[in-house]
Antibody, heavy 122, light 111 residues
Framework: QITLKESGPNLVRPTETLTLTCTFS??????????VGWIRQPPGKALEWLAL???????RYSSSMKTNFTIAGDPFKSRVALTMTNVDPIDTGTYYC??????????????WGQGTLVTVSS | QSALTQPPSASASLGDSVTFSCTGT?????????VSWYQKHAGKAPQLLIY???RRPSGVPDRFFGFKSGNVASLTVSGLQAEDEATYYC???????????FGGGTRLTVL
């Protein structure tokens, strides 16, 4: 059974650096065809994809986000981190990590964590 | 930036069917069979309903049916149940700069 759980600070100040961690079980990030991604949902708004890391350490980032993101994986510790620098109040929202399943050329998020609410405010 | 357009809301009665649309462009839905649909209840994590336009993950009932025509993808939910009241998001691949693209979501009210 695949499980994922997000963790990190609930409140950060503007311009600070935020690091969120996704701790997972039931799969290996080193296994071919596996990925882990980050998606967020600002309050009252739609889902936004942020970043995705693949089993071979390849990474993809959303080109539409203004905040700088870095995704990093630690397959030995079953964790994936998302680091955001110079955060802004627009980064407030619920952050989810998801297991990305590869199928015929693409990935889709078939398992999700429960999400963690992050508020950016002074 | 490309975007997937979904109507913000829809409503239908218990037992009826409803179809959600997701309009992309000639650079995404039209050329890639990578459309996914997610169901999201308020306060809960999204759940994958459909991937690759019309494939259902194990455990998703066949009341959920996906298809596409041109640059429009659609999700039909038949035999509506009260628990289907949620927001439905489409998603697709839109090129290397938009590896994952979500629509704005359609909120379903079951009457």
């Amino acid at each position: 059974q695949i499980t994922l759980k997000e963790s990190g600070p609930n409140l950060v100040r503007p311009t600070e650096t935020l690091t969120l961690t996704c701790t997972f079980s039931g799969f290996s990030l080193s296994a071919t065809g596996v990925g882990v991604g980050w998606i967020r949902q600002p309050p009252g708004k739609a889902l936004e994809w942020l970043a995705l890391i693949f089993w071979d350490d390849d990474k993809r980032y959303s080109s539409s986000m203004k905040t700088n993101f870095t995704i990093a994986g630690d397959p030995f510790k079953s964790r994936v981190a998302l680091t955001m620098t110079n955060v802004d109040p627009i980064d407030t929202g619920t952050y989810y990590c998801g297991h990305a399943l590869y199928s015929r050329g693409y990935y889709q998020f078939d398992s999700w964590g429960q999400g963690t609410l992050v508020t950016v405010s002074s | 930036q490309s975007a997937l357009t979904q109507p913000p809301s829809a409503s239908a009665s218990l037992g009826d069917s409803v179809t959600f649309s997701c309009t992309g462009t000639s650079n995404d839905i039209n050329i890639y069979n990578y459309v996914s649909w997610y169901q999201k209840h308020a306060g809960k994590a999204p759940q994958l309903l459909i991937y690759e336009v019309n494939r259902r993950p194990s455990g998703v009932p066949d009341r959920f049916f996906g298809f596409k025509s041109g640059n429009v993808a659609s999700l039909t939910v038949s035999g509506l149940q009260a628990e289907d009241e949620a927001t439905y998001y489409c998603s697709t691949y839109a090129g290397s700069d938009n590896y994952v693209l979500f629509g704005g979501g359609t909120r379903l009210t079951v009457l």
